[in-house]
């Protein structure tokens, strides 16, 4: 099976920076969902998206589902300390949800 | 609260030998998943089970068996342990349908 590609794999902003990493795929998603992993915890669900275009917030995240559903994106306006780990994208497939992740983006902030 | 458990954080075994790694969940989830970590690489699905008994290999099977006998409980079994299956081993269960995945902490398996 083919994974989701995700640009960049690793980001280094300053803080109050903005930051966005992108998810694309070479078939149509029925869905995307979004992860984060803390440095030496466990991935925690975001948000899914499943409309074509759908746009989707949470406080200074952005999440975005492209129209073809072939690709999303995350965007953090004005990174925090606390935004540091890694940002994971997923599809869903068949009947029986199997979740398949993407590559990850490792995001750093510094002061 | 969820919880997903995974029996260790950490585990060391030699080369040749027979591992288990063992998962539960308490939240009656049908879906559960074993997948692999490694730097670079995300999260690679080894293999996936949406019901007791039924089970579809993921990405990267080669080298593992699993096993769900009860609905609670997922097992990934490495045959014979390799210095290539060095790595985090992470389990998740979800509800059948577009829902989110819970994780378990992971283990870190080293094999020497």
Not at chain 2, 72 to 77: A, K, M, Q, W
Request: proline share 2%.
């Amino acid at each position: 099976g083919q994974q989701v590609m995700q640009i960049p794999q690793y980001q280094h902003v300053q803080e109050g920076e903005d930051f966005t990493t992108y998810c694309n795929s070479s078939t149509t998603l029925s869905n995307i969902q979004w992860y984060k992993q803390r440095p030496g915890g466990h991935p925690v669900f975001l948000i899914q998206l499943v409309k074509s275009g759908e746009v989707k917030k949470q406080k200074r995240l952005t999440f975005q589902f492209g129209e073809a559903k072939k690709n999303s994106s995350l965007h953090i306006t004005a990174t925090q300390t606390t935004d540091v780990g890694t940002y994971f994208c997923a599809r869903l497939t068949g009947t029986a949800s199997k979740l398949t992740f993407g590559t990850g983006t490792r995001l750093q902030v510094t002061l | 609260d969820v919880k997903v458990t995974q029996s260790s954080r950490y585990l060391v075994k030699r080369t040749g030998e027979k591992v288990f790694l063992e998962c539960v969940q308490d939240m009656d989830h049908e879906n559960m998943f074993w997948y692999r970590q490694d730097p670079g690489l995300g999260l690679r699905l080894i293999y996936f089970s949406y019901d007791v008994k039924m089970k579809e290999k993921g990405d990267i099977p080669e080298g593992y068996s699993v096993s769900r006998e009860k609905k609670e409980r997922f097992s990934l079994i490495l045959e014979s342990a390799s210095t290539n299956q060095t790595s985090m081993y992470l389990c998740a269960s979800s509800r059948r349908g577009n829902t989110e995945a819970f994780f378990g902490q992971g283990t870190r398996l080293t094999v020497v």
